[in-house]
């Protein structure tokens, strides 16, 4: 007999602690084990999608469903927001559409999608420019284990991100490319964004070109009326920004905001004097509307 177990015999008190903590040990041991095991036969929830249908909830779909559902696609293309080649795992964008829509979302009795991030970018498309080939909802950065990080803020694009493979399939053309992709909403735009719709005026005059040069481009991060993207400020609400700021300046900063100040604002290098005459043009004609 050890001296050590000798003393513990002698003394019943020691004896009883030096049990009870033993007992504890093996508590705290099963606790652990059994914690494990829920978590292996109840696993976390993953990413998932949520689908809507005019702001109204459809169905959450999640990643491991689409998985099982759909085919996955391996695609390599040189992707402009990164500005080099890139390799990730995929779902067709129309495969994805028609498994929470059915035949519905290319109907007459919607015009658009609206892509709605964590952040609270919004990129509405129409419902005819996203039955082209070539766009896809990416899952996975097949050279980066937890996403190579994009933009200047450097954020997670995951768990989704909206890519085009096409050469001119890019945001300039009104093709939308929001990451960190987490709702759906399928919409007729007129019934969604009434506050952005410029009522009466006429398909081709300067303001329903301007209309329709916000609608590709600026209602990602920009609202009208209190409607669409959050990241930047309302146009006109409460104030018209042609209340406060002269039309040189405007067209400035639409087409080169980079020079101005430290902004997520894209640069529109592209748009004539004319597109901006038009979207001066639409803001002006929201303005005088408004009440």
């Known amino acids: 007999m050890t001296k050590k177990y000798s003393q513990v015999i002698k003394n019943p008190r020691l004896g009883a602690i030096t049990l009870l903590m033993a007992i504890g040990i093996i508590m705290v041991l099963m ?3 059994n914690i494990s095991l829920n978590k292996s036969s109840h696993p976390e ?5 949520t689908f ?3 702001g109204e909830l459809e169905e959450a ?3 491991k469903d689409l998985k099982e559902d759909l085919e996955i696609h391996d695609i390599t293309f040189t992707d402009p927001m990164y500005e080099k080649e890139k390799h990730y795992n995929a779902f067709l964008l129309s495969d ?6 059915g035949e519905n979302w290319s109907s007459e009795s919607y015009t658009d999608v609206a892509f709605e991030a964590l952040d609270g970018y919004t990129a509405v498309s129409s419902t005819t420019k996203l039955q082209e080939s070539g766009g896809y909802i990416v899952f996975e950065d097949l050279e980066y284990p937890y996403w190579e990080p994009i933009s200047i803020r450097e954020v997670n694009p995951g768990p989704f991100y909206l890519v085009w493979t096409g050469e001119n399939q890019t945001t300039a053309n009104g093709y939308p490319w929001p990451w960190e992709l987490e709702t759906i909403n399928l919409i007729d735009f007129n019934n969604e964004y009434a506050g952005v719709t410029p009522i009466g005026a006429l398909e081709g005059s300067e303001v ?4 329709e040069i916000f609608k590709a481009r600026c209602i990602r991060c920009h609202a009208m009326n209190g ?3 959050k990241i930047g400020p309302d146009m006109n609400a409460p104030q018209s920004i042609t209340t406060y700021r002269n039309t040189y300046m405007i067209k400035e900063f639409i087409r080169n905001p980079s020079l101005y100040r430290h ?5 529109h290098p592209d748009l004539s004097e004319q597109n901006l005459d038009d979207i001066i043009a639409y803001f002006k004609y929201m303005d005088e509307i408004k009440n």
């Open 96 to 101: 994805v559409l028609n498994l929470a829509y």
């Open 52 to 54: 809507l249908v005019s």
């Open 208 to 211: 329903y070109k301007g209309y």
């Open 227 to 229: 409607e669409g993207g």
């Open 263 to 267: 902004t997520h604002m894209p640069d």
């Open 31 to 33: 606790l652990i084990i």
């Open 61 to 63: 779909i999640s990643l």
């Open 45 to 49: 929830p993953g990413p998932s999608l």
